[in-house]
């Protein structure tokens, strides 16, 4: 098969689809690999190292899309990309389409298969193609908390660790899942005061013996969002619907009653966020106030450390990326785990989160197939 990389052109976004050490992987399977051309600079992969690895160098993404049986990226593709995708290729990427209708009509239109990193499952369950950057995401989210905290940033000028004989920063996590639990293992390290809500009573308990008493777990009700959200110096948006829209847990109103110069990260922004107020940002602009509250709301978190998310991404990412390589379509109705992936075939939403979040028809990938 003929697999294309084109370079990533969301604003800052730093990470490539294959790296070189992958793309050895998919020559050394007898596949084809084209490259955009510096589609590596990011990570400091060269278009030699790529062509010591196997693959050809293209001169623009246009040579790639038309070029290419499967497509493979990091980001969900920009209007500029998904018109150039067309039916019978595979687009393999993140694609969050559950906030973004015009991007969801575009595949539609393309009539291409797109398979979503993030609601591809594993044979041990969870979602190990979004785990990756999950983790790096709740790390970041840390330290951007602590940069949005300082004064001249518009915190309450607030270290997070605080320093002997002062309280440190105190920090909320909405959700315990992979990005709660990693953003609560870097806060709790800086020495912050943590708490983790969570709806789920077996994943408090594995929170509580995973950190041995260093966080706080509590039951996640109405009334706990709202007295542990008003007393917080950070609250860390990390709640998770598989392909659906994260569920608003914070409302606007609530604002009101929170601290001055606190800073809400909200890392569930790539399914619409998780707080009422939040909005997409970007690396180059990534923050904003509402009511005092500062919101860092950066989409593609990781793209700010490309070496460290590519190199993670493609471990997780080789083994289904492969698959569909040797395979076709026909691994997705072959590997349960695969087909869970698929958003959208031939025109159709096979995805029937993402298409009740849309309100656009659902196919069942039976009934889209047949």
């Known amino acids: 098969m003929k697999v294309g990389v084109p370079k990533e052109i969301k604003t800052h976004e730093y990470r490539v689809g294959l790296t070189p050490g992958a793309v050895r992987e998919y020559v050394a399977a007898g596949h084809s690999v084209l490259i955009e051309t510096t589609a590596g600079a990011g990570i400091g992969a060269t278009d030699d190292q790529y062509r010591k690895a196997g693959a050809t160098i293209l001169g623009s993404?246009?040579?790639?899309?038309?070029?290419?049986?499967?497509?493979?990226?990091?980001?969900?593709?920009?209007?500029?990309?998904?018109?150039?995708?067309?039916e019978n290729q595979i687009l393999f990427t993140y694609l969050h389409l559950a906030p973004d209708p015009e991007q969801a009509k575009g595949l539609i239109k393309s009539g291409c298969t797109a398979i979503a990193y993030e609601t591809v499952t594993g044979p041990a369950g969870g979602l190990p193609l979004l785990a990756p950057m999950s983790e790096v995401a709740g790390r970041l989210a840390i330290e951007a908390a602590g940069a949005a905290l300082r004064r001249y940033a518009g915190g309450r000028g607030l270290l997070i660790g605080g320093v002997p004989g002062v309280q440190p920063?105190?920090?909320?996590?909405?959700?315990?899942?992979?990005?709660?639990?990693?953003?609560a293992r870097m806060a709790a390290g800086l020495g912050a005061e943590v708490t983790i809500l969570d709806r789920s009573i077996p994943r408090l308990r594995e929170l509580d013996e995973l950190?041995?008493?260093?966080?706080?777990?509590?039951?996640?009700?109405?009334?706990?969002?709202?007295?542990?959200?008003?007393?917080?110096?950070?609250?860390?948006?990390?709640?998770?619907?598989?392909?659906?829209?994260?569920?608003?847990?914070?409302?606007?109103?609530?604002?009101?009653?929170?601290?001055?110069?606190?800073?809400?990260?909200?890392?569930?922004?790539?399914?619409?966020?998780?707080?009422?107020?939040?909005?997409?940002?970007?690396?180059?602009?990534?923050?904003?106030?509402?009511?005092?509250?500062?919101?860092?709301?950066?989409?593609?978190?990781?793209?700010?450390?490309?070496?460290?998310?590519?190199?993670?991404?493609?471990?997780?990412?080789?083994?289904?990326?492969?698959?569909?390589?040797?395979?076709?379509?026909?691994?997705?109705?072959?590997?349960?785990?695969?087909?869970?992936?698929?958003?959208?075939?031939?025109?159709?939403?096979?995805?029937?989160?993402?298409?009740?979040?849309?309100?656009?028809?659902?196919?069942?990938?039976?009934?889209?197939?047949?």
């Open 61 to 86: 993404a246009h040579d790639v899309f038309a070029s290419s049986e499967m497509v493979v990226k990091v980001k969900e593709p920009q209007p500029s990309e998904w018109t150039q995708l067309r």
């Open 211 to 370: 950190f041995e008493g260093r966080v706080r777990t509590r039951f996640s009700t109405i009334d706990a969002v709202e007295e542990e959200v008003f007393a917080a110096d950070v609250v860390i948006g990390a709640v998770l619907v598989p392909g659906a829209s994260a569920p608003k847990l914070v409302s606007r109103g609530m604002l009101s009653s929170m601290r001055k110069g606190s800073v809400i990260v909200d890392v569930a922004i790539d399914q619409g966020g998780c707080f009422e107020t939040s909005r997409p940002t970007t690396h180059a602009d990534p923050t904003y106030e509402v009511d005092g509250v500062i919101h860092y709301c950066v989409a593609n978190m990781p793209g700010a450390v490309p070496l460290t998310s590519s190199q993670a991404l493609n471990n997780a990412t080789l083994p289904f990326g492969l698959a569909l390589a040797n395979k076709g379509f026909a691994a997705v109705l072959e590997n349960p785990h695969l087909r869970a992936g698929l958003n959208v075939y031939r025109g159709r939403l096979t995805y029937k989160a993402v298409a009740e979040s849309l309100g656009l028809p659902f196919s069942p990938i039976e009934q889209a197939a047949a």
């Open 169 to 183: 920063a105190r920090i909320v996590v909405i959700g315990g899942g992979v990005v709660g639990a990693h953003a």
